[in-house]
């Protein structure tokens, strides 16, 4: 299995709403990152996972809130999310976080907060 | 602080045409691995390359190939007779200890292949 999954593959939600994602990776990869990335624009580093501890946080609000409950799954749940938070959400993993190592990068969740 | 500068913004060729995507970078770092990814319009980066800073020699994988200069901080990519399926963003991207393992990508290039 060399893929990394993602669900849903759409969500809209209103900004009082709790919503969560889902990344799902059986690559036996050691490290999962959340990245944010909007129209015509690069993928933005959210967090970081390294062997299921968050290793990174990019001055992410509190709203977004991750967990890696094992090796193979992390979630970002979402509460009173803003309409500017309207994006792709990628999930990616690779073997290791270290500079050499390639990610991996799931199909997203295109997320809608009205 | 590490940059990566892809100045096409967008290319638009008939297929079977050959196009070059240009990429830029800046580290102060000596060790370093620079990266490529394809995004089609369904969303998912797909890794296509990586290159560390101390291997210079140019790859060909089928119709693609990859020109990396040191002198000039560069690491082109080029597709060959492209096609209908080659329509994507593509995403040069750089990482190093020094700059915490995390990539830095350029803005991308869009690429747009004409039947």
């Known amino acids: 299995d060399t893929e990394v999954t993602q669900t849903p593959k759409h969500l809209v939600m209103g900004m009082t709403n709790k919503k969560s994602l889902k990344c799902e990776q059986h690559?036996?990869?050691?490290?999962m990152y959340w990245y944010k990335q909007k129209a015509k624009k690069p993928p933005e580093l959210m967090f970081v996972?390294?062997?299921?501890?968050?290793?990174i946080n990019e001055s992410v609000p509190s709203r977004f809130s991750p967990e890696c409950p094992n090796s193979s799954l992390l979630n970002l749940h979402l509460h009173a999310l803003q309409p500017e938070d309207s994006a792709l959400y990628l999930c990616?993993?690779?073997?290791?976080?270290?500079?050499?190592?390639?990610?991996?990068f799931g199909p997203g969740t295109r997320l809608t907060v009205l | 602080a590490q940059k990566v500068t892809q100045a096409q913004t967008e290319i638009s060729v008939v297929e079977k045409e050959d196009v070059t995507l240009d990429c830029v970078y800046e580290?102060?770092?000596?060790?370093?691995?620079l990266f490529w990814y394809k995004q089609p319009p369904s969303g998912e980066l797909v890794f296509l390359i990586r290159?560390?800073?101390?291997?210079?020699q140019n790859e060909i994988s089928g119709r693609y190939s990859w020109n990396f200069q040191k002198s000039t901080s560069s690491f082109n990519f080029t597709i060959t007779a492209s096609q209908v399926v080659d329509s994507a963003v593509y995403f040069c991207?750089?990482?190093?200890?020094?700059?915490?393992?995390?990539?830095?990508f350029g803005g991308g290039t869009r690429v747009l292949v004409k039947p």
């Open positions: 990616a993993s690779s073997l290791g976080h270290a500079e050499n190592n390639e990610q991996f």
């Open positions: 690559m036996g990869h050691r490290a």
């Open positions: 996972y390294s062997y299921e501890k968050l290793s």
């Open positions: 580290t102060r770092d000596t060790t370093y691995y």
């Open positions: 290159r560390n800073s101390f291997d210079e």
């Open positions: 991207a750089l990482s190093s200890i020094a700059a915490g393992n995390k990539l830095t």
